[in-house]
């Protein structure tokens, strides 16, 4: 499953802060690439909105706008990471890896409630702890 990750920070000391976690993310997440969990899911799209001092997503930190289609076979949605939650002195690796592993609850919890039931969550879940964030951890 190809898993995209793009990101928009709301500022530059956000941009800051985050740039580096991103990457780390991004190339962590591609690790999946070559592995197939389900014949109705192809893609995972990843919108990363950090809320700064230019930009405010005016939406509480957590996963937003969920979308799936059916003919692209791709799911996409929105982390939304609000500007007090990245101030108030939680770390940036925390919260993108507690962020990414809901991203990918929720995707299976919307696409099972969608009656798309061919994804092996397990495996997807199990892959995202522990290939995913054994090495974004790490690095």
Known sequence: ???????????PESGRLFRNEIVKLRKSLKLLGDK???????????????????????KPTGIHYWRYSKPGKTYSADIIIARDTWQNGEGIKEILSKLTKEYFRFMI??????????IDSDQLLQDIDGVVMDNFSRH
Not at 1 to 11: D, P, R, S, W, Y
Not at 38 to 55: Q, V, Y
């Open 109 to 118: 919890e919307y696409l099972t409630k969608k009656r798309i039931n061919d």
């Open 1 to 11: 499953m190809e898993i995209i990750l793009t990101a928009q920070t709301g500022g």
């Open 36 to 58: 197939q969990y389900a014949e109705s899911l192809e893609k995972a799209k990843i919108f990363l909105r950090i809320s700064g001092s230019i930009d405010n997503f005016h």
